[in-house]
């Protein structure tokens, strides 16, 4: 069985600029794709049934968003046939590395080629926007620049680099973030290209590290170390990460980690790893 892999984003800053009248936040982002996934393998079915096979715990089949993403495709394509999904889970769940998001994505890939669809890549888009601000950007297939409220997105060039990523053991909701009267919405929108890493910071880190005092300390070890080109959060959190120029200084880095805390080392991509897929 083939298998195809969802990989994590990191957002190395992300600022919020404002606000639209329903009340969702209007960002500014680097998304980063990282060689840190989740792998999925589909058999197509001649009935029109969606079946999970393989259980997320704590995620009921019917919320797990690459059942929510085919069945979404199956409606508005109005096809009839079905498929089985094995959903391999490596990503941490709710860290803000979006792997939820990813594995819709990598499904409304996989489906459009399966089911013979052939939609283009802006209405698969459009289709993953409704699942969710993250999927549209592993539809895209490149580390994008993204504005909205993650939807307009353009390619950005980023240089090689390696990530340790530290994942505190605590479970934020995105939305308590957003609604909280501590958060700063007025962030002035920058220009980008050129992008670098001082040029941004992570406007929910602040509202994050007051309610969870675990982020801080995890943040905190990571800005203690040396040779760090970048330390932020990623999206609503908890998840933290060191940007690193090479593989020796995370591996080296990731070495020194005192016992309790958790992550793994992973490299920046340049591209989707479905791209080429995709080209074929
Ligand atoms: C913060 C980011 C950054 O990449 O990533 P994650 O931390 O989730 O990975 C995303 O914008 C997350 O977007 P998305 O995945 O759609 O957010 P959800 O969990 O559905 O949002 C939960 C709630 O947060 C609020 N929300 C979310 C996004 C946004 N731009 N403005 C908001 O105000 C809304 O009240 C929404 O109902
Ligand atoms: N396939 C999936 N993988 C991860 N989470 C999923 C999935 N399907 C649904 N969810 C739900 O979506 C929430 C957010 O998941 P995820 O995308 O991993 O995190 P984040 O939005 O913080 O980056 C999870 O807490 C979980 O309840």
């Given at each position: 069985m083939q298998t195809f892999l969802a990989p994590a984003k990191l957002n190395l800053f992300l600022h919020v600029v404002g606000r639209r009248e329903d009340g969702y936040h209007?960002?500014?982002t680097v998304f980063r794709l990282i060689d840190f996934a989740d792998q999925l393998s589909?058999?197509?079915?001649?009935?029109?049934?969606i079946k999970l096979r393989t259980p997320t715990p704590g995620v009921p089949e019917e919320n797990n968003l690459c059942v929510r993403a085919a069945k979404l495709l199956q409606q508005r394509s109005h096809i009839n046939l079905g498929v089985e999904i094995f959903l391999e889970k490596h990503i941490p769940m709710g860290g803000g590395l979006g792997g939820g998001s990813s594995d819709a994505a990598t499904t409304l890939l996989v489906l459009n080629r399966l089911w013979g669809l052939n939609w283009n890549r802006a209405r698969l888009m459009e289709v993953?926007?409704?699942l969710g601000a993250d999927v549209p950007v592993f539809i895209y297939g490149e580390n994008a620049f993204a504005e909205g409220i993650g939807e307009k997105l353009s390619s950005i060039a980023l240089p090689p680099a390696w990530y340790l990523v530290l994942i505190p053991s605590v479970h934020i909701s995105t939305g308590q973030i957003f609604s909280s009267k501590e958060l700063t919405r007025n962030t002035n929108p920058i220009t980008i290209p050129p992008f670098s890493p001082w040029?941004?910071?992570?406007?929910l880190e602040t509202v994050v590290c007051?309610?969870?005092p675990v982020v801080a300390r995890y943040l905190q070890w990571l800005k203690q170390l040396n040779n760090t080109t970048l330390v932020a959060m990623s999206g609503s959190g908890a998840c933290v990460f060191a940007e690193f120029a090479n593989e020796r200084a995370a591996k080296y880095a990731f070495q020194q980690l005192p016992d309790g805390m958790s992550g793994f080392v992973a490299e920046g991509l340049s591209y989707h790893p479905l791209q080429k897929f995709l080209e074929e």
């Open positions: 209007l960002l500014q589909f058999v197509l079915r001649d009935d029109s049934a993953g926007l409704e040029q941004g910071r992570n406007d007051q309610m969870y």
